[in-house]
């Protein structure tokens, strides 16, 4: 069985600071990850995946992430935090034949002015 | 192109009333996902379907749930005799592949109340 553990249901940072998220996976076979965002009240936007290219992912709004199968990890980075950036983050991995998503807990980001 | 819709935005239900939730799909996009998430919680899959089949539906719960894709119209999510426990936003995501290298892109969910 597949699982996603985010370490972390609540980050704060200051605007302009590292914003880091940890993911941690769970999966007997390559993985497919993914980076979800959910502002208040909105359905969820992708930031990025991992699809077993290149372990470095860009995504959208400035954020990455890097795959590290030695550490089991997809951790979300940004280098410098935006009020905008203030959502939800969900990390999930997903079926191979099916698709079906397997979410994180979230991890809500707050940043401060 | 549109995006995933969904409606109602809002519903409010009394208990042991139906709920019956919609969901179109993107144009193109023959795979719809149902998820569920309840307050403070993370989002739980529910059911995958495929026009006119349901592909996976070990997220749906036992009884009252049930959950359609028709040739033609929108996904429906049918929630009989809703509970106080029913009460959640449940998103609705649809893929032109269901592969799992495949982006799912999600509606702005539909919040009930059940009161």
């Known amino acids: 069985a597949q699982s996603v553990t985010q370490l972390g249901s609540h980050v704060s940072v200051s605007e302009g600071a590292l914003v880091l998220l940890r993911c941690n996976y769970s999966?007997?076979?390559?993985?497919?990850l993914f980076w979800y965002v959910q502002y208040p009240n909105q359905g969820l936007q992708l930031l990025l995946k991992?699809?077993?290219?290149?372990?470095l992912v860009k995504g959208i709004n400035g954020f990455e992430a890097e795959f590290k199968k030695s550490e089991t990890s997809f951790h979300l980075t940004k280098p410098s935090a935006h009020m905008s950036d203030a959502a939800e983050y969900f990390c999930?991995?997903?079926?191979?034949?099916?698709?079906?998503?397997?979410f994180g807990q979230g991890t809500t980001l707050q940043v401060k002015p | 192109n549109a995006g995933v819709m969904q409606n109602p935005r809002h519903l409010v239900r009394r208990r042991g009333q139906e709920a019956r939730l919609r969901c179109s799909p993107m144009?193109?996009?023959?795979?719809v996902y149902w998820y569920r998430q309840l307050p403070e919680e993370g989002l739980k899959f529910m059911v995958y379907?495929?026009?006119?089949?349901?592909?996976?539906e070990s997220g749906m719960p036992k009884e009252r749930f049930s959950a359609e894709f028709p040739k033609e119209g929108p996904s429906i999510l049918r929630i009989q005799q809703v509970v106080r426990g029913d009460s959640a936003a449940y998103f609705c995501?649809?893929?032109?592949?269901?592969?799992?290298?495949?982006?799912?892109?999600f509606g702005q969910g539909t919040r009930l109340t059940v009161v």
């Open positions: 995501a649809s893929s032109p592949l269901g592969k799992g290298n495949t982006e799912a892109f």
């Open positions: 999966s007997s076979v390559p993985p497919y």
């Open positions: 144009k193109g996009h023959s795979h």
């Open positions: 379907l495929q026009k006119e089949n349901i592909i996976d």
């Open positions: 991992y699809t077993s290219a290149a372990t």
């Open positions: 999930a991995v997903s079926d191979r034949d099916t698709g079906k998503l397997i």
